[in-house]
T-cell receptor
Framework: NAGVMQNPRHLVRRRGQEARLRCSPVKGHSHVYWYRQLPEEGLKFMVYLQKENIIDESGMPKERFSAEFPKEGPSILRIQQVVRGDSAAYFC????????????FGNGTRLTVT | RKEVEQDPGPFNVPEGATVAFNCTYSNSASQSFFWYRQDCRKEPKLLMSVYSSGNEDGRFTAQLNRASQYISLLIRDSKLSDSATYLCVVSTSGTYKYIFGTGTRLKVLA
């Protein structure tokens, strides 16, 4: 059973470019979460999605950031016109959506903006 | 007040010691509780869920105190490999939102 798969593991972008981060949840999990972690800081919730729907995006910046979880394929977190402050580890997690079920995390994507 | 609060530490303890962490939460409607561990620059990994009656997994014991709104993690006979950051996670019924504490750093010294 494959766990949560994220790619790429490392991503380097110049300021102004676009970053696309992909996440395939555990097979059978329909709930996907994205978190951001800055160096020496805790995990910050960004967005929660179910298939084809954004349920809660209260933690995601209103500009330049977007997320989707299409019917087919992985969830995508897109950051347009990246800035140095976007450099962080981005973790995706999935759950089956049942009460008391824990989150399962992917290895993360480490984004570096130069 | 933060929704989930933890003492950041670090807790420096010798091998073989017993160490305990607490985590407080502010929302009385919180329903699910977990402890995760995170090693440097890696993803959080589930250590254990926390049940109302308390639960144990080997050297690890988790407790929930709903009246005082905190959960605890006790580690007995600490190993060097227990050195990590321990994250408290709380989920509230009906929201599917998981709130992470900032973590407590543990260093087990030889």
């Amino acid at each position: 059973n494959a766990g949560v798969m994220q790619n790429p593991r490392h991503l380097v972008r110049r300021r102004g470019q676009e970053a696309r981060l992909r996440c395939s949840p555990v097979k059978g999990h329909s709930h996907v979460y994205w978190y951001r972690q800055l160096p020496e800081e805790g995990l910050k919730f960004m967005v929660y999605l179910q298939k084809e729907n954004i349920i809660d995006e209260s933690g995601m910046p209103k500009e330049r950031f977007s997320a989707e979880f299409p019917k087919e394929g992985p969830s995508i977190l897109r950051i347009q016109q990246v800035v140095r402050g976007d450099s962080a580890a981005y973790f995706c997690a999935s759950s089956p959506g049942l009460i008391n079920s824990p989150l399962h995390f992917g290895n993360g994507t480490r984004l570096t903006v130069t | 007040r933060k929704e989930v609060e933890q003492d950041p530490g670090p807790f420096n303890v010798p091998e073989g010691a017993t160490v305990a962490f607490n985590c407080t939460y502010s929302n009385s409607a919180s329903q699910s509780f977990f402890w995760y561990r995170q090693d440097c620059r890696k993803e959080p990994k589930l250590l254990m869920s926390v049940y109302s009656s308390g639960n144990e997994d080997g050297r690890f014991t988790a407790q929930l105190n709903r009246a005082s709104q905190y959960i605890s993690l006790l580690i007995r006979d600490s190993k060097l490999s227990d050195s990590a950051t321990y994250l408290c996670v709380v989920s509230t019924s009906g929201t599917y939102k998981y709130i992470f504490g900032t973590g407590t750093r543990l260093k087990v010294l030889a």
